[in-house]
């Protein structure tokens, strides 16, 4: 396990690649899933990231993102349930760094995925906000948590 990991920005003609994305929001993200065409309509955006990370060409995990100037949104990350705990979020998250620069980041995160949390404060960001009922199904707020910037 965790041979010939390779991440890669997904372009919009990466349709197989983008269709495992679906695949893994629907599995790991069921209230929040994102469809296929969610996944092509962000790859292309010029703000738009999709990262994928891949062992052996097989989706393991992804990240979305929007960078536009100086300021960008991590919209969502999974990461397939086996393949958890093992530090393919941060390279996500590290690969996401190395192309955006300097850009101040945000994200909202369910207060109650400690996992999550525990992950983007190893990545340095902080707690800014709460955003009120934020989640449906079930209802939960969301911590607003940013990295960079002032």
């Known amino acids: 396990m965790m041979q010939n990991l390779e991440i890669r ?18 599995q790991c993200l069921p209230e929040e899933a994102w469809s296929f065409e969610s996944f092509l309509s962000e ?10 990370i891949l062992e052996n060409q097989i989706v393991k995990g992804f990240l979305t993102a929007s960078c536009i100037l100086d300021s960008a949104d991590l919209t969502a990350i999974a990461v397939s349930p086996e393949y958890r705990k093992k530090g393919l979020a941060g390279k996500l998250l590290e690969a996401l760094f190395e192309k955006i620069g300097s850009a101040e980041i945000f994200l909202e995160v369910r207060e109650s995925n400690q996992n999550a949390i525990a992950l983007y404060q190893k990545y340095q960001f902080q707690q800014v906000g709460i955003r009120k009922n934020f989640y ?13 910037g002032n």
Not at 43 to 52: A, N, Q
Not at 136 to 148: C, V
């Open 136 to 148: 449906q199904n079930p209802q939960e707020n969301a911590i607003l948590m940013k990295r960079g």
């Open 43 to 52: 790859t292309e955006k010029p703000s738009g990231y999709v990262l994928v």
């Open 9 to 26: 920005q997904l372009m919009p003609s990466d349709t197989e690649y983008l269709k495992a994305c679906a695949e893994l929001s629907a």
